[in-house]
């Protein structure tokens, strides 16, 4: 037996090690992320899933069944939407397991993790995925030059200086990015306001309650009914 057989003992710390790189790898392409989600934001991705899962008997989805409730129907759709849905499986944000299909071969199927789950619309219409669209599309000039609103003294409203104007000057002036953060507000709220309710006693017994708030008063609905 040759010599070249025997086996090296990695030292202890070595894996240790390859944890702290891989940590920076992943952190390097950081950016990736934020456009994936974005992009499943988008295509209702969540949604879409979630539909699946409460009209079918089955609970996991195969990146084929799921393409096919995607528009613009092309060859590619299926494998181009797996890697999709591997890299917000690293994020936990599905939930990912192997299954046999009908044809006899392995298969990945997804299903909707709990994290995954707020980025679709409940039965109240609560949902984090505009607010995910919100600060990607928003806000994305914002995170270009954040350098600059750290060493620049000159910097005192770093949004002003990228936009040009204050942040709800701007808004007047940009339908669709109010629009946009109107969307936001309006289903992030509820889900907020739910967990307010669930933990917080104080609105139990009180005769009067009023609303001096913005918004159109889905935060006092909520508390109403509750």
């Given amino acids: ?73 092309h060859p590619q759709l299926a494998e181009r939407l797996e890697r999709m849905l591997y890299v917000l499986t690293s994020y936990s944000l599905f939930n990912c397991s192997i299954r046999i299909n009908g044809e006899g071969k392995s298969e990945r199927v997804y299903a909707l993790s709990p994290i995954g789950q707020y980025f679709a619309f409940d039965k109240d219409g609560g949902s984090l995925g505009p607010l995910s669209t919100l600060v990607h599309s928003g806000y994305q000039d914002l995170w270009s030059d954040v350098k600059d609103a750290i ?9 002003q200086k990228v936009y040009g104007s204050p942040a709800y000057e701007y808004f007047e002036k940009n339908e669709e990015l109010t629009h946009i953060f109107n969307k936001a507000t309006a289903h ?24 001096v708030g913005g918004g159109v008063g889905n935060a006092l609905k909520q508390i109403l009914y509750k």
């Fill in 188 to 211: 992030s709220g509820p889900l907020e306001m739910k967990r307010v309710l669930t933990l917080y006693k104080g609105f139990e017994g009180i005769s009067t309650l009023v609303d």
């Fill in 1 to 73: 037996m040759s010599s070249n057989s025997k086996q090296t003992q990695l030292p202890e710390e070595a894996p240790k090690a390859d944890d702290a790189y891989l940590s920076v790898v992943v952190l390097c392409f950081s950016r990736i992320f934020p456009a994936i989600l974005n992009a499943a934001v988008d295509l209702n991705l969540f949604d879409i899933i979630a539909k699946l899962q409460s009209s079918s008997h089955h609970s996991t989805f195969s990146a084929f069944e799921i393409a096919s409730q995607l528009p613009n129907q």
């Fill in 151 to 159: 060493i620049n003294p000159n910097n005192n409203e770093h949004f």
